[in-house]
């Protein structure tokens, strides 16, 4: 994830190893879900996604889960 702080656009990547159900969600830190990002299947290999997080999202620390095939990795995200 990167910047790190957010200010308006993150940008997201990652790597599979095999087609998968990917989903990213952007959690306050009580696990409230605050925006979906995207949930799509998508092929094996490197991926990159933006995502605008400045629309009704108040600055402060978040939580950016990204779950594929239904496992979560959790970032902590500062959005500005």
């Known amino acids: 994830v990167f910047p790190n702080p ?4 993150l940008h997201m990547s990652y ?11 952007l959690l306050d830190l009580a696990g409230k879900t605050v925006a979906e ?4 299947t998508v092929e094996s290999g490197e991926h990159t996604f933006d995502a605008p997080v400045s ?14 095939n239904g496992q979560p990795s959790v970032k902590r995200v500062v959005i500005r």
């Open 55 to 68: 629309t009704g999202i108040s600055s402060g620390i978040y939580l950016l889960s990204l779950n594929v």
């Open 15 to 25: 790597v599979l190893e095999k087609q998968a159900v990917v989903s990213a969600k």
């Open 37 to 40: 990002l995207f949930e799509q």
């Open 6 to 9: 957010v200010n308006g656009l």
